[in-house]
C-alpha cells in the first residue's frame, strides 16, 4: 500500500518509519529497496483487505494520477465492513483499477459495496485479443435510428467494416412482422461507404470490437468498465442500443480525469460531449479503410 498512519497522520513510505495499516492496525513496514515500487507491507501475513492486490507500477500511476487525499480511501459498510478502494474522489466516485483477473463473485461484491464505482482495468496484456473496428455514430443522433449493424468479430472482417441493415426497409418490406432494432437481422445489406458522411458527422467515439477469449466478467459488470491500453485512449465497454450490440467508446484519459472529480455519478462519466477533434489512430484507419 502507498499510505499508512505514522503517528496517525497518513504517509508514504520511508526508510526506517514505523507505520500502521489504516484497515486492520496492525504494525506496516516500510519497503524502501532501490529498485522497488516504494511501499508499505503489514509485518506478519494477516487477513487484512481480502480484495487488495499488490500494487504494481501502473496501479501507483494511476492512483497519482489523483490528489493524496483521494487515494486508498478506507470505505466502511453500516454493517462494520472495511475496505479500501484504489480512490475516491470529493464527489463519491470510487475507481478501482485492477490489474488481474477476477471472478464474477468478487466482481459483484465489490459492485454492491461500493455503489457508485468504475473500473479501469489493465488490458495490455490482452490488448492483441482486442480488434476495435469501423467507426459507429452516437447511437442517439438521428442517423443511428434507421440502422442495425451487423456483428463485427475477427472472423466476419466484412461486418468488421461496417454492415448494416434499415430498419425502415425492413418494415416495408416486412410489414406483418412487428419488426424493431432487436429483431431486425435480414434484409437488404448496405455498406458504411453509402452513409459515411453521416456517420464522420454523428461519430462521438463509439466503434465495433470483438475481445477474443474474453474476460466474461467485464462484460458482465453492472458498474461502467473502462479499458487502459496504456494509450491515450481509454476504451469504455458498452451496449450500443436495442440492437444489443456490444461496442466501445473512446473516452481520452484526460476527459477521463476531468469527469471523475466532477460528476457525481460514476455513469455519467463521459456522457457530456464536446467534438472530438483528434481522431485515434484506429479510428482514422478505420475510416480510410471504409
Ligand atoms: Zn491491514
Known amino acids: 500500500m502507498q499510505y499508512a498512519l505514522v503517528n496517525g497522520v497518513r504517509r508514504e513510505a520511508f526508510r526506517g518509519g514505523r507505520g500502521a495499516c489504516p484497515v486492520c492496525g496492525a504494525a506496516a513496514i516500510p519497503k ?7 511501499h508499505w507491507a503489514h509485518a506478519g501475513r494477516r487477513d487484512c483487505d481480502p480484495w487488495w492486490e499488490n500494487e504494481t507500477n501502473w496501479h501507483r500511476t494511476w492512483k497519482n494520477l489523483f490528489p ?3 487515494r486508498e480511501v478506507s470505505h466502511v459498510a453500516p454493517d462494520g465492513e472495511i475496505h479500501r478502494a484504489d480512490i475516491k474522489t470529493p464527489t463519491g466516485i470510487v475507481i478501482e483499477v485492477q490489474h488481474s483477473a477476477m471472478t464474477d463473485a468478487e466482481r459483484q461484491s465489490r459492485e454492491a459495496f461500493y455503489g457508485n464505482l468504475v473500473w479501469v482495468i489493465d488490458g495490455r496484456s490482452f490488448r492483441d485479443n482486442f480488434d476495435i473496428y469501423h467507426l459507429l455514430p452516437d447511437p442517439s443522433s438521428a442517423i443511428a435510428q ?3 449493424w451487423e456483428k463485427a468479430s475477427r472472423p466476419m472482417q466484412g461486418a468488421a467494416n461496417g454492415l448494416f441493415f434499415r430498419l425502415s426497409e425492413g418494415r416495408e418490406d416486412y410489414p406483418e412482422l412487428d419488426i424493431s432494432k432487436a429483431t431486425l437481422r435480414f434484409g437488404v ?8 458522411t453521416e456517420v464522420e458527422q454523428a461519430y462521438r467515439g463509439h466503434h465495433q470490437y470483438d475481445w477474443v477469449r474474453p474476460r466474461r466478467t467485464w462484460l458482465d459488470a453492472a458498474c461502467p468498465v473502462y479499458i487502459d491500453f496504456g494509450e491515450e485512449y481509454l476504451v469504455r465497454l458498452e451496449i450500443y442500443d436495442e440492437s444489443n450490440l456490444p461496442c466501445i467508446r473512446y473516452v481520452t484519459k484526460r476527459k477521463f480525469l476531468h469527469d471523475v472529480m466532477l460528476e457525481t455519478n460514476a455513469k455519467t462519466i463521459a456522457t457530456r460531449f464536446y467534438p472530438i477533434d483528434r481522431r485515434s489512430p484506429a479510428a482514422r484507419a ?3 479503410g471504409a
Do not use: N
Open 286 to 288: 478505420s475510416l480510410e
Open 146 to 148: 434507421d440502422i442495425v
Open 189 to 196: 445489406i448496405h455498406g458504411i461507404h453509402e452513409i459515411r
Open 32 to 38: 524502501c529497496g532501490p529498485r522497488i515500487l516504494h
Open 68 to 70: 493524496p487525499e483521494c
